[in-house]
């Protein structure tokens, strides 16, 4: 039996301690989940193993030989695939050259054999059941889920010794996280070391045998799956309970509509949908995924181009761009944080800033006491936890980097919310935080347009659930009737129950 024994790791960044003496035992034939909140060591001790950075102290051994991993390379030779959730595809390479990347079939003239290498791309999409993707097809023309399973597939393709799922169901549908589930299982079978990452309880319930816990860049608990419960396992991340992970909504939502689109259209992908939001609502998309959901979002905030009529507060618009979409108060925070939302090279500070740069400039100067009063009331405002304004945003945790993204959008002083798959990725806590902040926004007459993979998120989060289906909203769900089981129905066409269906407006 294998067995990957990580001992006292340590990883600093500046003043942050980022690994501050983790430990971990994971075992072959075993899924073995790790979890902890957004910043708790979970991608550093990912980045450490798979060879993006190097630990400052500790050890990493399999089968009781230190590993010395200084690169990439490194851990590919020791047996180590990693499945990033922040990609490490190359856009503008085909799904075929990212899965061989560094090992493409040569010919005699050290050239690539094109052909032989989408072929073997090809079939191995079908050995592992996501032959619909085109070998051929470029990374960048993909949507973000098939990008997933394509990170997922290049991570399998190589059968590692130890395969690392970070986060990985979470831009996936209901189907796709069903059948990496099952993947994760039969590669445990098969004799790998599975480290599954996943902020999901039920689904870690529904794949792993054992669990570690981390917290502050500490391991805090460790044990069989069936040890600790899904109470314990947030305590232990937390260091606290959380009460409520969803706040109450508001009694009543009124009937002042904000943001209007009539007959909106795009192809086939739009097709002529109708929609209100009103003030003081955070409104629901949901549906399968590849229903229309982004190109409806990308409309509004002028990142896609549509035809039909758009209106803010009787007022018709038209946001030709994201940044006259924000001109005119509509604000997305987009799906792909890392690729949209951030300069991951600039500051904390610099990334709040920059939409808002002209309003605390004098005579072409930034004004550095207003940026940084800025800065800090909203970073205090949504717990941003960096140790410094001055951190390169790509440095932090997924759900900092998330909260910056919601800064930004703050300052903008948007009146509309645009927010996709927000939370995905994101641990309980920050999640808590999140929708304590988008219903204090709501109290304070913002109109947020919400869409989730999430259901459970949909139907505690919104007030109402617009459920989209082959490019037009199927139906409206609202009141006792907000139910997963009624989302599902209208996401697959189906009808409600009879009392269900006098729910829907």
């Given at each position: 039996?294998s067995?990957?024994r990580i001992?006292d790791l340590r990883k600093?960044?500046?003043?942050v301690h980022?690994?501050?003496?983790?430990?971990l035992?994971?075992r072959?034939?075993?899924?073995?989940?790790?979890?902890?909140?957004n910043?708790?060591?979970?991608?550093?001790?990912?980045?450490?193993?798979?060879?993006?950075v190097?630990?400052?102290?500790?050890s990493?051994?399999?089968?009781?030989?230190?590993l010395r991993?200084?690169?990439?390379?490194?851990?590919?030779?020791a047996?180590?695939g990693?499945a990033?959730?922040?990609?490490?595809?190359?856009?503008d390479?085909?799904v075929a050259?990212?899965?061989?990347?560094?090992?493409?079939?040569?010919?005699?003239?050290?050239g690539v054999r094109?052909?032989?290498l989408e072929?073997?791309?090809?079939?191995?999409?079908?050995?592992?059941g996501?032959?619909?993707?085109?070998?051929?097809?470029?990374?960048?023309t993909?949507?973000?889920a098939?990008?997933?399973?394509v990170?997922?597939?290049?991570a399998a393709?190589?059968?590692?010794?130890?395969?690392?799922?970070d986060?990985?169901t979470?831009?996936l549908?209901?189907?796709e996280?069903?059948?990496l589930?099952?993947l994760?299982?039969?590669?445990?079978?098969e004799?790998?070391?599975?480290?599954?990452i996943s902020?999901?309880?039920?689904?870690?319930?529904?794949?792993?045998d054992?669990m570690?816990?981390?917290?502050?860049?500490?391991?805090?608990?460790?044990g069989?799956?069936?040890?600790i419960?899904?109470?314990?396992?947030v305590?232990l991340?937390?260091?606290r309970?959380?009460e409520r992970?969803?706040?109450?909504?508001?009694?009543?939502?009124?009937e002042?509509?904000v943001?209007a689109?009539?007959?909106?259209t795009?192809?086939t992908r739009l097709?002529?949908?109708?929609?209100d939001?009103?003030?003081?609502?955070?409104?629901?998309?949901g549906g399968l995924q590849g229903q229309?959901q982004?190109?409806?979002?990308?409309?509004?905030?002028g990142?896609t181009p549509a035809?039909?009529?758009?209106?803010?507060?009787?007022?018709?618009?038209?946001?030709?761009s994201p940044r006259r979409a924000?001109?005119?108060g509509?604000?997305l925070?987009?799906?792909?944080r890392?690729?949209e939302?951030?300069?991951?090279?600039?500051?904390i500070r610099d990334?709040?800033a920059l939409p808002?740069i002209?309003?605390i400039?004098?005579?072409?100067?930034?004004?550095?006491?207003?940026?940084?009063?800025?800065?800090a009331?909203v970073?205090?405002r949504?717990?941003?936890t960096?140790g410094?304004?001055?951190?390169?945003?790509?440095?932090l945790?997924?759900g900092n980097q998330?909260k910056?993204?919601?800064a930004?959008?703050?300052v903008?002083?948007?009146?509309v919310l645009l927010?996709y798959?927000a939370t995905?990725g994101?641990d309980?806590?920050t999640k808590?935080e999140?929708?304590?902040?988008l219903?204090?926004l709501?109290?304070s007459?913002?109109?947020?347009?919400?869409?989730?993979t999430?259901?459970?998120e949909?139907?505690?989060?919104?007030d109402?659930?617009?459920?989209?289906?082959d490019g037009?909203?199927?139906?409206?769900?609202?009141?006792p009737q907000?139910?997963e089981?009624?989302v599902?129905?209208l996401?697959?066409g189906?009808?409600?129950p009879?009392?269900?269906?006098?729910a829907?407006?």
């Open positions: 039996m067995v990957l001992t600093r960044y500046g003043a980022a690994l501050d003496g983790a430990s035992e994971a072959s034939g075993e899924v073995h989940a790790l979890l902890g909140e910043g708790a060591g979970k991608s550093t001790l990912i980045k450490i193993l798979s060879g993006a190097r630990h400052d102290g500790g990493i051994a399999l089968d009781d030989r230190e991993i200084r690169s990439p390379r490194d851990a590919v030779r047996g180590i990693t990033f959730q922040e990609l490490s595809l190359i856009p390479l085909t050259q990212n899965l061989f990347f560094g090992r493409e079939p040569l010919g005699r003239l050290r094109r052909g032989r072929q073997e791309a090809a079939a191995l999409l079908e050995q592992l996501i032959e619909r993707i085109a070998a051929t097809a470029l990374v960048r993909l949507p973000i098939q990008r997933q399973l990170e997922i597939a290049k393709a190589r059968r590692p010794r130890v395969l690392i799922l986060e990985a979470s831009a549908s209901p189907a996280g069903t059948w589930l099952e994760a299982r039969r590669t445990a079978r004799g790998a070391i599975v480290i599954f902020h999901r309880l039920a689904e870690i319930r529904d794949v792993a054992r570690t816990v981390f917290r502050a860049g500490v391991d805090v608990g460790a069989a799956i069936d040890q419960d899904d109470d314990e396992a305590r991340m937390l260091g309970r959380v992970l969803y706040p109450p909504r508001r009694e009543a939502v009124g002042e509509v943001l689109a009539r007959g909106l795009l192809g097709a002529g949908v109708d929609l939001l009103r003030r003081g609502e955070i409104l629901g998309v229309g982004r190109e409806l979002f990308n409309a509004l905030a990142a035809r039909g009529r758009i209106e803010l507060e009787g007022r018709e618009i038209h946001p030709t924000l001109a005119e509509i604000a925070v987009p799906e792909d890392q690729r939302g951030l300069l991951l090279d600039l500051s990334n709040i808002v002209e309003r400039s004098r005579a072409g100067f930034v004004d550095a006491r207003a940026e940084t009063r800025m800065v009331e970073a205090e949504l717990q941003i960096a410094s304004w001055a951190r390169e945003a790509g440095s945790s997924g998330q910056v993204v919601l930004k959008t703050l903008s002083g948007a009146r927010l798959d995905r994101v309980v806590g808590s999140i929708f304590t902040l219903r204090e709501a109290g007459g913002m109109a947020t347009l919400f869409y989730s999430d259901l459970q949909l139907t505690n989060v919104c109402r659930v617009a459920v989209m289906a037009r909203i199927g139906g409206i769900l609202a009141g907000l139910t089981e009624n599902l129905r996401s697959v189906g009808s409600l009879p009392v269900a269906a006098e829907v407006r």
